[in-house]
């Protein structure tokens, strides 16, 4: 005889519901031999018998691919024998509600599943409008959101979340241009809601501001560590609000004009081990294999760098200042000022040959780009008029 026991339990160790199945038998057990191979690929007991009325006994793959789905949902599953006599077969596997929810964008509501978070990365949805960066607003006060939204909305186009949940779907489908959230909030608080979007690849790059009516130096410690990018006590007023937004902006443009002047990582501030960093340092990796090469264009540094061209645009943009091809392009420009710098002594290159060796097709193209990056001619450098 067969018995099946099904049950949800709430797991102590991390408050996370759980599904809990028994399949229990009354037969002879599992031999003890058997226990720790019954779950391999094929394997067959050497007890197992053929069944006369099918002519063949069992291939040894069912139990193999149960453990499999299992561990594919993140549960697990065991056997063992009872003492009454039969085996029990026990499968526990976390239960990840489907949440029905919205998000709004500028007061308009949009309804979203959040069931997953694994959102592929692509172009900002046609629901959002263009022509301005994009805020979304993380906050479970209602009247909160339509404050902050009503003092923004002239600047960005604004989305609103209600949870961190919510928020971090909203993060991986538009990808914002900056997010404000607060702290203390149903689901997944702001700080839970910081670290992944600081910690997640895709996501890493945007600037986080933190809310909270908790203004202690722990809270706002804590905040910085988990990468947040300012930090904002309530009750706030708007000017303050919108001073801390402009001199991120400020502060990270002056940033990427440094970089921008030789391509050192350094002028970035980034971590040594942030993931904004290593990505910048991919793709000048990328760039200093390929440059030479005038067919290397923006589709094959999106090849190179394994990501989507939306993607790899955003975080270009926000991190370095610079689209894609701009990228290249600026890339392309100092090593060429780096070759001139060289040759003015003995001029073995001329300007053209310079041009072709660094990837542009056509050298008065080449000369155009680069007296507008470096505001002189490159035939300056070997005239010694400046450097």
Known sequence: MITIIASTYIDKSDQKERLYVAVKDTGNGVPEEDMEKIFDRFYQSKQNQAFSGYGQSGTGIGLYL???IIQLHNGKIDVRNQTSGGSIFRFIIP??????SFVTLDGKRIEMSVADQTIEQESISDEVPKGKPLLLIVE????????IRSILNTEYNVLEAPNGVVGLEVTNRYLPDLIISDIMMPEMDGMEFCKR?????????????LLTAKSSTDTQIESFQLGADAFLVKPFDEDLLKAIIRNLNDKRKRIQLNFAENMDTNALNFDDESLDKKFIDKALKVLKDNYTNPEFDVTEFMDAMGISRSLLHKKLKNLAGQSAS???RIYRLNIARELIIK?????????SEIAYEVGFNDPKYFTRC????????????????KE
């Open 66 to 68: 149960c453990k499999q």
């Open 95 to 100: 239960i990840e509600r489907r949440l029905s």
């Open 140 to 147: 479970d006060n209602s009247d909160m959101r339509q404050y």
């Open 197 to 209: 979007v600081k910690t997640t690849f895709t996501t890493s790059h945007i600037p986080v501001i």
């Open 326 to 328: 701009r990228f290249i």
């Open 343 to 351: 040759n003015k002594v003995n001029h073995s290159l001329n300007i």
């Open 370 to 385: 680069f007296t507008k990056q470096f505001g002189i001619q490159p035939s300056s450098f070997f005239d010694d008029k």
